[in-house]
């Protein structure tokens, strides 16, 4: 079981509150600076997953400076819809299951909210709505069509003999 992310104590500004928690010892968002990384620290979090490709930041060496920090990084990099297939999602998976508090990120958010709601569907059972919702929890927004289109995919080559798609939502 993971730790919880620690709270900002009461009347101080939370410098994290442009983060989601849509779990227990997860935060997930858009892109970090170096600025950002004592607050994360200071606020439990162990771990720093990137969905962004190096290209993204070419004047920011994101890996190094989490690592100067004392946090562990991990990179998996998104380009775009076509990346968002099982090989990954099960991979992002294993990343958010090393424990310990973690922040997963990319430019937006968007690409995170896509693999949680993939992850969602293709790793714990949930119907389409109920993963898109976990998705928007995460951050997912310009890749829900493409999000939708997967499991629609997903559903139809596993649909049984009544057509019929299963798992609630």
Same mark, same amino acid.
């Given at each position: 079981m993971?730790?919880p992310v ?5 009347g101080? !500004?939370?410098p994290l509150? #442009?983060?989601a @928690?849509?779990?227990?010892?997860i935060?997930?968002?858009? #892109? +970090?600076?170096?600025a &950002?990384?004592?607050?994360? #620290?200071a606020?439990?979090?162990?771990r720093v ?6 290209e993204?930041?070419? &004047?920011?060496d994101?890996?190094?400076?989490v @690592? ?5 990084y991990?990179n998996?990099? +998104?380009?775009g819809?076509?990346d968002l297939? /099982?090989?990954?999602?099960q991979a992002? &998976?294993?990343l *958010?299951?090393? =424990?310990?508090?973690v *922040?997963? !990120?990319?430019?937006s958010?968007? /690409?995170? =909210?896509? *693999?949680?709601?993939?992850r969602a569907?293709?790793? !714990? =059972?949930?119907?389409?709505e109920?993963a +898109?919702a976990e998705g928007r929890?995460w951050?997912?927004t310009? *890749?829900?069509g493409?999000? /939708?289109? @997967?499991l629609?995919?997903?559903?139809l080559?596993?649909?049984g ?6 798992? =609630?939502?």
């Amino acid at each position: 079981m993971q730790a919880p992310v620690s709270a900002t104590p009461a009347g101080q !500004h939370d410098p994290l509150v #442009r983060f989601a @928690r849509p779990a227990a010892g997860i935060l997930a968002g858009g #892109r +970090i600076a170096a600025a &950002d990384l004592p607050a994360l #620290r200071a606020a439990g979090v162990v771990r720093v997953v990137d969905l962004s490709r190096d290209e993204e930041t070419p &004047d920011f060496d994101e890996a190094a400076a989490v @690592r100067a920090a004392g946090l562990e990084y991990a990179n998996l990099p +998104i380009a775009g819809p076509q990346d968002l297939d /099982r090989a990954t999602v099960q991979a992002f &998976d294993a990343l *958010l299951a090393e =424990g310990g508090p973690v *922040l997963v !990120h990319c430019a937006s958010g968007n /690409r995170v =909210g896509a *693999l949680a709601a993939l992850r969602a569907a293709w790793l !714990h =059972g949930a119907g389409e709505e109920a993963a +898109i919702a976990e998705g928007r929890r995460w951050g997912l927004t310009s *890749l829900e069509g493409a999000v /939708r289109e @997967r499991l629609r995919a997903t559903c139809l080559a596993e649909a049984g003999q009544d057509g019929r798609c299963d798992g =609630g939502g």
